[in-house]
């Protein structure tokens, strides 16, 4: 079995990590580790370095939690949601976790949502996690 999780460096990429190493433990599955950008000018050097910081941490994470695991960066120009279905698709997962926040519903409209964009396109099940009020 696959489990994707889509991270960001932020509260809410975190708790979908969290949530998805529980997954992939419960489940004894393969974790892959997403990590979607635009590249080019999209972003600073400072983001990437530390994009790849906590990349290299992560990967450390899982190694000692024992969890099998791969980590990609995508770096295509796509949305982050395009490319963690992709992803997804091309490895035949059967669970996606994404870490979702809390928007106003003009929020929503305005800005649109990758959790929307995913759970629209997915082909298999999709879990969406939020961060705990202290994290």
Same mark, same amino acid.
């Given at each position: !079995?696959? &489990?994707?999780?889509?991270?960001?460096?932020?509260?809410?990429?975190?708790?979908?990590?969290? +949530?998805?190493? /529980?997954?992939? +433990?419960?489940?004894?599955?393969?974790?892959? @580790? *997403?990590?979607?950008?635009?590249?080019?000018?999209?972003?600073? *050097?400072?983001? %990437?370095?530390?994009?790849?910081?906590?990349? /290299?941490?992560?990967?450390?994470?899982? %190694?000692?939690?024992? @969890?099998?695991?791969?980590?990609?960066? @995508?770096? !295509?120009?796509?949305?982050?949601?395009?490319?963690?279905?992709?992803?997804?698709?091309?490895?035949?997962?059967?669970?996606?976790?994404?870490? &979702?926040?809390?928007?106003?519903? %003009?929020?929503? #409209?305005?800005?649109?949502?990758?959790?929307?964009?995913? #759970?629209?396109?997915?082909?298999?099940?999709? #879990?969406? *996690?939020?961060?705990?009020?202290?994290?």
């Amino acid at each position: !079995m696959e &489990i994707v999780v889509g991270f960001v460096r932020s509260k809410e990429g975190r708790a979908a990590l969290n +949530r998805s190493i /529980e997954e992939a +433990r419960v489940r004894g599955a393969r974790l892959t @580790v *997403v990590h979607s950008s635009r590249g080019g000018d999209h972003d600073s *050097v400072e983001d %990437v370095i530390a994009d790849r910081d906590e990349l /290299e941490r992560i990967d450390a994470e899982l %190694v000692a939690a024992g @969890v099998d695991h791969q980590i990609r960066e @995508v770096v !295509m120009g796509h949305t982050p949601a395009i490319d963690l279905v992709e992803v997804a698709n091309a490895i035949g997962a059967e669970l996606i976790v994404i870490g &979702i926040r809390r928007r106003s519903p %003009v929020g929503k #409209l305005l800005l649109g949502s990758n959790a929307q964009e995913i #759970l629209l396109l997915a082909d298999c099940a999709v #879990l969406a *996690v939020k961060p705990l009020a202290d994290e």
